[in-house]
């Protein structure tokens, strides 16, 4: 029987019911949010069970909406079960004055690197990480410049002292 | 003599450990880019290593959250810059995903010659340097001249050689002329004498089998836990390959193998990305009958009709109201995308490159992270060298096919 995104749907709803939610398919590709405490539960039974087996995790990344308060930061999981070849897109929502996120290094080993990546950016604190240290950044940065609070400069500003480029 | 004074100071245990440390890169000869291995050493066998990445992080993710979306496309070229027109396209496709623009079927195929050649000239360097790094530089020198007619072709097309910044979003920026279409003969006709004399260079060799034979070997199971992709995965005996599993570009009107190998290790990788080169070459040849098949009009399509992100002919800018608004908007970025939220892979040369796209319907994405497959993969290679010697692991680096531009973003 293939997997449809229906069935993965159902699969999801019967065993964790409403803790998981806002139910998407953006582009066919289903989408669902569900609570940060619950985000090693929902990937761990993701691997295990023998109907999902989404056991490869592509993708590991932060998004930061300043807007949404309380929520501001989303970490999104995109996993891929390779013998149905269906992806999947799962998010958690983080505070960013507590941005403990559970750490999925020990359930994929590729996780370690895109969550010190993700931790180098956006600052989130995934518990349980065997080395959470910045990876790209330089180790005395004590800021984490993708979130949206630091701007790229205004190509259009006008204060500029010119001097200090070299031209006068 | 016990007065006297020992001016060089030492960590402390150092003298007592019985292993040594050593510094591989950050710029050494051996690691072909710019990342840093901190290698424990017992003798000559390897019990630790530590790598360090981010030597030429440039921010690529943040710039892109104030371009609009062609502006984007020259920062794709310098991920992996040895088959640029691979990232070029994989973002045009994402583009055209999140408009839901249909390219026309001999642009698709444009772009498959394209991306074919790319991962040849991608495969050709890295497999050469392996050769090289088991000490037969013939490979890599001789070959060199093929890759040259490569970018040759690239510069018929869209004028740079390295970092191509080609095509557009919808399409090509100018029709193939019949100078890239020679050159393009030629190589199909020479190449394959080429990759055979390179193949019996390496592939029954003692001394390269002795070299690669067990070395760096990765199962299955572990090579999926790592996120591998692309060659290094298929050579772990996995066959998942984006070109078929998502086709993209019209992929699935061709007709092609997936190689794969068995033990992961540096020959299984080295006979994939080889038999790979022979699959591109079909590919391409295969592509370029398709695309010689388009008759008249067929044959001067070079782009999907998408005004608001294809910038318009010169001639009608000049003499045509709309056109002049569309290029006058382009150029300054002034176009707002639709809201919208992508994952969209392609098979890079060296695996699974993802562009994942949030739009929040301004001019610039709201998000765009790359799902770069070395800085993915690189995590292994302390499993990987680990009770080898040393030698070993620096043919382990070269064959897993790390480029520090995309590692780093």
Avoid at chain 2, 166 to 187: M, P, Q, S, V, Y
Avoid at chain 2, 293 to 317: M, S, T
Wanted: hydrophobic share 35%; charged share 25%; proline share 4%.
């Amino acid at each position: 029987m293939a997997l449809t995104n229906e069935t993965i749907r159902q699969h999801l709803t019967e065993k964790f019911g409403e803790e998981i939610y806002d139910w998407e398919e953006p582009y066919g590709l289903l989408t669902f949010t569900s609570n940060k405490d619950l985000n090693l539960k929902i990937l761990q039974f993701l691997f295990d069970d023998p109907t999902l087996q989404f056991r490869f995790l592509t993708d590991l990344c932060a998004v930061h909406y300043p807007e949404k308060k309380g929520k501001e930061i989303a970490v999104v999981y995109h996993l891929h079960n390779l013998v149905n070849n269906i992806r999947i897109r799962f998010k958690v929502f983080t505070d960013i004055n507590q941005p403990d996120v559970f750490s999925a290094a020990a359930l994929y080993a590729s996780g370690n690197w895109m969550e010190r990546e993700t931790y180098d950016f956006y600052g989130i604190n995934f518990i349980g990480h065997p080395n959470l240290v910045r990876i790209l950044n330089a180790d005395e940065m004590d800021y984490f410049p993708m979130r949206k609070e630091y701007p790229l400069e205004e190509q259009t500003r006008v204060d500029k002292d010119d001097e200090m480029f070299g031209r006068d | 003599m016990s007065d006297t004074k020992q001016h060089i100071k030492l960590p402390e245990h150092s003298l007592e450990k019985k292993t040594t440390t050593l510094n591989l890169g950050p710029t050494h000869p051996s690691t072909h880019g710019v990342f840093q291995n901190v290698v424990e050493l017992d003798g000559e066998r390897v019990v630790s290593a530590e790598q360090t990445v981010g030597y030429i992080h440039r921010a690529f993710e943040k710039i892109a959250e104030h371009r609009p979306l062609y502006q984007i496309t020259p920062l794709t070229d310098r991920l992996n810059y040895c088959s640029s027109p691979i990232n070029n396209m994989g973002w045009h496709i994402c583009c055209e995903r999140l408009l839901k623009v249909k390219t026309p079927k001999r642009v698709d195929y444009l772009r498959i010659i394209i991306m074919e050649l790319a991962r040849i000239s991608d495969h050709l360097i890295c497999n050469s340097i392996v050769g090289v790094d088991s000490g037969a530089y013939t490979g890599f020198l001789y070959v060199m001249q093929y890759r040259e007619l490569i970018y040759e072709i690239y510069e018929e097309i869209c004028g740079s050689r390295l970092t191509t910044n080609i095509g557009r979003i919808g399409g090509f920026e100018r029709n193939f002329t019949n100078e890239a279409f020679a050159k393009l003969e030629k190589f199909i006709k020479e190449w394959p004498v080429v990759l055979e004399e390179f193949e019996n260079l390496f592939n029954r060799n003692r001394i390269f089998m002795d070299r690669t034979i067990d070395v760096g070997p990765i199962s299955a199971e572990r090579a999926l836990n790592y996120g591998f992709t692309g060659p290094n995965l298929r050579a772990a005996g996995v066959d998942y390959d984006v070109r078929i599993h998502n086709p993209y570009s019209s992929y699935e009107d061709f007709d092609f193998t997936v190689p794969v190998g068995t033990t992961g290790d540096c020959y299984d990788r080295f006979l994939v990305r080889n038999q790979e080169m022979w699959q591109s070459l079909k590919l391409i040849k295969d592509a370029y009958q398709k695309v010689q098949e388009f008759k008249g009009k067929d044959a001067e399509v070079f782009h999907a009709d998408v005004p608001e992100y294809y910038l318009p002919d010169k001639k009608d800018v000049y003499t045509k109201m709309e056109a002049l608004i569309y290029h006058f908007k382009i150029v300054m970025g002034e176009i707002e995308m639709p809201a919208g939220e992508i994952y969209s892979p392609v098979e890079g040369a060296n695996g699974e490159l993802g562009f994942y796209l949030i739009s929040d319907g301004g001019r610039a994405p709201y998000r765009l992270h790359f799902r770069r497959p070395c800085f993915i993969y690189y995590q292994a290679y302390s499993e990987l060298t680990k009770g080898g010697m040393l030698s070993d692991a620096i043919i382990t680096m070269s064959s897993l096919n790390l480029i520090a531009g995309e590692m780093d973003a």
